[in-house]
Structure formats: C-alpha cells, structure tokens
C-alpha cells in the first residue's frame, strides 16, 4: 500500500522535476543566491511569485493519488484513472477530473462506470533549499510564507467552481461523490463557504 504523503515524497518529486526542469523552475532564488521551495520567514529580501512549479506538482500528487486509491479500488473491482474525460457530465479535455474511481480503466469514461470524482489540491508541505546539488529540509510548513494547496482561497474556490459545472451538467452526474484530496483542511472561513454552497 502506498503510504501517506511525507518529507521522502516531496525529495521524490524534486529529483524526479529537476531531471527535465531548470532549478529556477522549481525555486525561487533569494537575493541571498539560494534556491528555496517557499519563502522563508526570515527572510527578508526581493520576492518573486513562480508559476512554473504548479503544472508538475501538479501532475506528481494526480499519480500519487491514483497510487493512493489502487488498492481501495482493487478489492472494489475498480480502477483508479487519472484525467478522465467524460463529457456527458462536464469533464472535458480541457477540465478532466484529476482522478476518478470507475468500472473501466481508459480515460475517456461514460457516467455510468465512475464511481466517485477526486479533486487533487496538494503541494509542496515542508520548505526545502537547493545548495550544492543536494536537498536541505528549512522546516515544516510554520516556518515558511507558502500557501500550499487549499490554504489558498483561489485553489479552494476553483475545486469549489468545477464541482458545481459538474453537478449542473445532468441528472447522472448528481449521484456521483466528488471528493477533494489535500494535505490540509481548508481556512475557517472557507469551510463556511463550502457549508453554505452544500446547502443551496
């Protein structure tokens, strides 16, 4: 079974990233000229944003997550698949589910085979710097200014968006669980937002 997710995943996705991609794709690099996964809080310098980074978390945590589920999805004769399409309820190529749980393995699905609907929104946890070639652990989330996965409103809202178009695409799409994965539970104020949405 695949065990849940820790600092030994995270050095996993940065060694795998950094084969195909530049450091300062992963990082952001200091006035300091050190590369670090968020920025320190104590760090006091120029800041940038980075962008490049969210496509390959991205796609790492959707493989993880179908890892994850293989085996709850086995002794259900189900499969775990990653970027399913099925139009009929609004998972395009465009917008396909992250993971879905269904009767039949491929990508492109029809309703009637998922079994539940995942919305991965996991990133990066622990801060980490890049110095001489090699990985150095800074400290666990507290010690750092990210906003990894669902503590970003924009992250949760956008989770939030996407299981509405899927719920208002038709009647077979509203018996079908859709279910967010994340490292973390979502801010208070956000939580409320969720419950009013649940309610209408």
Not at 39 to 62: D, V
Request: glycine residues 4%.
């Amino acid at each position: 079974m695949t065990e849940l997710w820790t600092k030994q995943k995270e050095i996993e996705f940065f060694n795998e990233a950094r084969k195909f991609v530049t450091p300062e794709q992963l990082f952001y690099l200091g006035d300091d000229s050190h590369y670090y996964a968020y920025w320190p809080k104590s760090y006091m310098g120029k800041k940038s944003t980075l962008q490049s980074r969210n496509a390959l978390i991205g796609n790492f945590t959707e493989k993880y997550s179908v890892d994850l589920l293989q085996d709850f999805a086995r002794i259900r004769e189900l499969y775990a698949v990653q970027g399913a399409i099925c139009n009929e309820i609004g998972l395009t190529t465009q917008s396909p589910a992250d993971v879905v749980l269904s009767k039949k393995r491929q990508r492109e699905q029809s309703a009637k085979n998922i079994k539940a609907i995942f919305e991965v929104k996991m990133s990066i946890v622990w801060n980490w710097e890049l110095r001489d070639n090699k990985l150095i652990c800074l400290g666990d989330f507290k010690t750092h200014k990210g906003n990894p996965g669902l503590l970003r409103s924009d992250s949760m809202l956008k989770a939030i968006g996407k299981s509405i178009n899927i719920r208002v695409s038709g009647y077979c799409a509203s018996q079908i669980p859709i279910i967010i994965l994340a490292l973390q539970s979502p801010k208070i104020i956000l939580q409320k937002l969720i419950t009013f949405i649940m309610q209408e």
